[in-house]
């Protein structure tokens, strides 16, 4: 069964975007090196940041997204951030004008069928799951496998939240992953079983 990994880049005070929904200085190491993340992308990253996330995107075969970022993002023009597919958690149908020929999307009404759906079309590869609400529902669920997070050395304040509003005690494993960039700190955390589980 595949992987699935809740990732975002985050402020040290764990917000993935202000209460506007900008990124604000989060992406700044996006920009800061010489070493493409992938061909014909924007993103130029250390060394040491592109070591370590090239393997990660290429490792990804879907993508599970909520409505609200694909809006923002008009799902990326039909073009997945990475692997070959993206999964939409929304009430509303697709926007019956947007890219007709992108069955790559799919469109489904919750966050379980969603990272099921995922897992199914993955196979093998991995599943990245946005942070934020959705990511925090499945991460709530019990769904998510790995916390993945790039944290930038940026304090927020107040916005969007890593977890979304999920509430309750959960527990990790000390980081698996720990790089240092340049102005960012690549972890991840494997899950555990709720705490009530434990007791």
């Known amino acids: ?6 990732h975002a880049v985050v402020s040290v005070d ?3 975007a202000d209460a506007d929904d900008q990124v604000g200085r989060l992406f700044d190491w996006y920009g800061n090196g010489d070493v493409p993340i992938v061909e014909d992308a924007g993103f130029r990253v250390s060394k040491v940041s592109a070591d370590y996330t090239r393997p990660l995107w ?3 075969g879907v993508t599970v997204m909520g409505r609200r970022l694909f809006d923002l993002t008009n799902g990326w023009d039909a073009k997945p951030p990475a692997g070959e597919h993206v999964v939409v958690v929304s009430h509303r149908p697709r926007p019956a004008d947007w890219h007709p020929e992108a069955s790559h999307y799919h469109f489904v009404r919750d ?9 199914e079309l993955a196979g093998e590869r991995s599943v990245a799951i946005t942070a934020g609400d959705i990511g925090g529902q499945a991460f709530a669920l019990g769904l998510v496998d790995v916390v993945a997070m790039d944290v930038a050395p940026v304090v927020l304040g ?5 977890f979304g509003s999920a ?3 959960r527990l990790l494993d ?6 240092q960039g340049d102005r960012v700190l690549h972890l991840q955390y494997r899950t555990r079983v709720r705490a009530a589980e434990s007791s």
């Open 1 to 6: 069964m595949s992987l699935v990994l809740m």
């Open 14 to 16: 764990g917000f993935i």
């Open 58 to 60: 290429d490792s990804l």
């Open 111 to 119: 966050v379980p069928e969603a990272v099921a759906t995922a897992r």
């Open 158 to 162: 107040a916005g969007k939240r890593y």
């Open 167 to 169: 509430a309750g005690e």
């Open 174 to 179: 000390d980081p698996h992953v720990v790089v």
